[in-house]
């Protein structure tokens, strides 16, 4: 799309999730007017940040909303040409929550459809939408086709995992019902800059079953900088449509494990270093040739 930065307002909600503030900040660098729809039980350390960054930035504009209330979904859009959207849970996941993530993803989605201002919904899900079933120690790719198992997710307890399927298939077929563009971007496990104080359920959640997801090729990080940035590259590029897998790495052996469980301590125990001794490599079997793609144009440091 050709994008006046001057004139050019999207929304972010919820921006005060961890990837919701980072996706609002880089579109303000950018020169966006930004709409930041924020719920009441929002992360407080990044809500907190925003209204200080509201009082000094003038293309920035705040929004109180409630998924579950349509209405208040429909005043943030107001002049809105997208909409970022950003739910995760600050309280962790249950049965309960992934009910109420199916209902706010359902109701952003027929807001979007409402607002004839909008062109394009960017929809931010997960790898975890995609990476379990019964079969997941097969040798079998895992790309933007592959869907988790909703019987599986339920019989694991793997709650952010099925609230992230049921949520993304519930806004696809909607938005396909109501003949609205989107666009989601399935992401790893989110690292950045205060991660483990600012988003602690959602990485706790999304790491259950870890063990499994590393054994079986699957478990695999991005930065949030780079993914902010991919969520705007798929709203600015015309061609841009379905899925998109997003991450910087696959975990196949014991001393990215171990690299790994150091960057997100103290919010996971690390192993003793004898035990990261193996050698073992796991074969990587998540594909994102689609995502290739896509950051072409984007600066070679975020890649």
């Not at 921006?15 to 039980?41: C, D, E, M, P």
């Not at 104080?197 to 706790?204: C, F, G, L, R, V």
Request: net charge negative.
């Amino acid at each position: 799309m050709a994008h006046e930065e001057k004139t050019t307002t999207v929304c972010v909600l919820d921006a005060s999730t961890y990837v919701g503030f980072w996706i609002l900040k880089r579109l303000l660098n950018k020169g966006y007017f930004v709409h930041a729809a924020i719920q009441n039980n929002g992360e407080k350390a990044i809500e907190k940040q925003i209204k200080e960054i509201e009082k000094v930035e003038e293309k920035l504009v705040l929004f109180n909303v409630d998924v579950l209330d349509y209405q208040s979904i429909l005043v943030a859009l107001k002049d809105c040409c997208a909409l970022f959207c950003c739910l995760d849970s600050p309280d962790g996941y249950d049965d309960k929550m992934v009910d109420l993530e199916v209902r706010g993803a359902i109701n952003v989605v027929e807001a979007c459809a409402q607002t004839d201002s909008i062109q394009k919904l960017v929809f931010s899900s997960s790898l975890t939408a995609a990476i379990w079933r019964e079969d997941i120690c097969s040798e079998k790719d895992v790309d933007e086709r592959s869907w988790s198992n909703q019987d599986f997710c339920r019989k694991l307890k793997l709650w952010y995992a099925l609230a992230k399927t049921l949520s993304e298939q519930a806004a696809w077929a909607l938005a396909m019902d109501r003949l609205l563009c989107m666009v989601s971007i399935n992401a790893g496990l989110v690292l950045g800059p205060a991660v483990t104080q600012q988003n602690p359920q959602s990485t706790m959640f999304y790491l259950k079953g870890a063990a499994q997801m590393y054994e079986n090729g699957v478990l695999a990080f991005v930065d949030v900088n780079f993914l902010a940035d991919v969520h705007i590259r798929a709203f600015e590029d015309r061609s841009t449509s379905g899925r998109y897998f997003c991450f910087n790495q696959i975990v196949n052996t014991e001393e990215e494990a171990f690299k790994l469980a150091q960057s997100l301590s103290p919010l996971i125990p690390l192993p003793p270093r004898h035990e990261c001794q193996g050698s073992e490599v796991y074969a990587e079997r998540l594909k994102a040739r689609k995502l290739s793609k896509l950051v072409e144009a984007l600066p070679v440091s975020l890649i």
